[in-house]
């Protein structure tokens, strides 16, 4: 049989050994109660997880993004020359009247 270490101490007495394990006892109560808080935050977090991955994907792509900014450009684009070429058509349009 190996020596046992310095540091752990084999109780003298019974009532000591029972001491120790009231205490041990308390401790695995201890990390019980732990558990059981822990496992509802986790409960929680995959509530709250699965709400964000359905939030964020109702949201728009960069895609949709740049076609807006494409259709806007392009309406400030037709928007800006409207004046500047209608008039001219329509005065070619009125001299071949």
């Known amino acids: 049989m190996p020596p046992r270490p310095a540091t752990l101490k084999a109780p003298a007495r019974p009532r000591e050994l029972s ?6 006892r308390e401790d695995i109560g201890l990390l019980r109660t732990d558990l059981r808080q822990a496992t509802g935050e986790i409960g929680h977090l995959k509530v709250d997880l699965a709400a964000l991955k359905r939030d964020v994907a109702h949201l728009p792509t960069k895609g949709w993004g740049v076609k807006v900014v ?3 450009a392009t309406l400030m684009t037709a928007l800006t020359a409207i004046p500047y070429f209608v008039p001219r058509r329509l005065e070619e349009v009125l001299r071949l009247l």
């Not at 001491?19 to 041990?24: F, K, P, R, S």
């Open 19 to 24: 001491l120790h394990l009231d205490h041990v």
């Open 70 to 72: 494409l259709t806007l």
